[in-house]
């Protein structure tokens, strides 16, 4: 599956609204980890980095931000904003998430646990791992 928005199941209701993630179903992986980014001071951005071969969900659970995505040739910019909808990422894409509104919380699902080794920190690395 490439970089996409996915709409989630949406359950409304007077009593309050309610949206639901299952794995394999609305994301193409098992969920082996969660993790949130909240209380970002005004004007700092988060990740500029890339996985070898971990995959992520994202959802602005709250406030709102940008994902910007890098596939090594083009760079696009995804504005997250509803609880009801995600971003996609898989492995080998550049991400940066910036723009957070006050009090925005980004819910991240990952498809593998914490491995620094992982990561592809440096963008020349980034290229040379496309090839
Ligand atoms: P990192 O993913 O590097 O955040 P960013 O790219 O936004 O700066 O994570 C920051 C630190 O948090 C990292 O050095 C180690 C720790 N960390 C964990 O221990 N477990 C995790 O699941 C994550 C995402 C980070």
Known sequence: MKVQLVDLPKILDLRGNL????EMKHIPFEIKRAYWIYDVPGGEFRGSHAFRKNEEFIVALSGSFDVFLHDGNDE???SLN???YGL???KLTWRKLD?????S???ILSSSVYEENDYIRDFDQFLLALK
């Open 99 to 103: 723009n957070f509104s006050t009090n």
């Open 19 to 22: 949206s639901f993630i299952e």
């Open 88 to 90: 996609y990422i898989p």
């Open 105 to 107: 919380l980004a819910l």
């Open 76 to 78: 696009k910019k995804f």
């Open 82 to 84: 509803r609880s009801y």
